[in-house]
């Protein structure tokens, strides 16, 4: 059954994700997440077992939201684009925890809803590049977004990065990797752009930046040194001979 934008957001507000069915299919997809896709995740410690949170994550494909719900012990909503959120899809992505947003205009009613799912002391992923960045080596130009709905309900903010969805196979991801960082407090800002603005170019970018690079660059750590393993195993089976 069809429902409407307005009505998925009534449903997200007042109910929020299906306990029931978000626990069993964490149980069902996890494992095959860990096993198939090489799922791993450092910070966890860093999430607030209570209160409202801000994931703020870079964006680099539709399973971003997914992997980050996968590995988050505290039920997490997420804002997605409105296509997705048709006939029996957009019902399981709502009952998922999952809220529409027109793209291309200022969607209110899609703001009112992140706010609320916020002042009931809830988790919220919200990706400050507003769209997905599919290439590996960059990430986008960020927005206040997130920033400014923290400072406006309190949340604390959680810089994050992932890596691994966007090396595609088959179209789906591999390898992923996601770092939470330390908390940031909201509580010494102003409700403003400037200070929403402040936080995000001086803070929070800069982490998720800084940790995005860190996670880029440990594959080809790890394969150079398992080449020198390789040569060092070959220069000592020939001085054997």
Do not use: C
Not at 195 to 207: E, F, K, N, R, Y
């Amino acid at each position: 059954m069809e429902f409407t934008h307005e009505e998925a957001h009534e449903l997200a507000r007042e109910k929020g994700s299906n306990p029931v069915l978000y626990f069993l299919l964490r149980v069902i997809l996890v494992p095959v997440m860990k096993v198939f896709f090489g799922l791993q995740a450092q910070g966890l410690e860093n999430i607030p077992k209570t209160g409202p949170v801000v994931i703020a994550p870079n964006h680099k494909s539709f399973w971003d939201a997914f992997f980050i719900a996968a590995v988050v012990k505290r039920r997490l909503h997420f804002m997605g684009k409105a296509e997705l959120f048709r006939g029996w899809r957009g019902r399981l992505f709502v009952a998922l925890g999952g809220f529409p947003v027109l793209r291309g205009e200022s969607d209110e009613l899609a703001i009112g809803t992140a706010r609320a799912v916020l002042e009931r002391g809830d988790v919220l992923a919200l990706f400050p590049e507003g769209t997905r960045v599919a290439d590996p080596d960059k990430l986008g130009n960020p927005r206040r977004g997130a920033t400014r709905l923290a400072i406006e309900t309190g949340a604390v903010i959680i810089p994050t990065a992932l890596s691994g969805t966007e090396k595609r196979r088959l179209h789906l991801p591999r390898k992923v990797r996601i770092v939470f960082g330390e908390p940031i407090p909201v509580t010494d800002l102003e409700p403003t752009p400037e200070h929403a603005g402040m936080l995000l170019d001086q803070t929070v970018w800069p982490t998720i930046s800084e940790k995005y690079r860190q996670l880029r660059n440990t594959p080809g750590l790890i394969a150079g040194g398992l080449a020198a393993a390789g040569i060092g195993y070959a220069l000592y089976r020939r001085r054997k001979r």
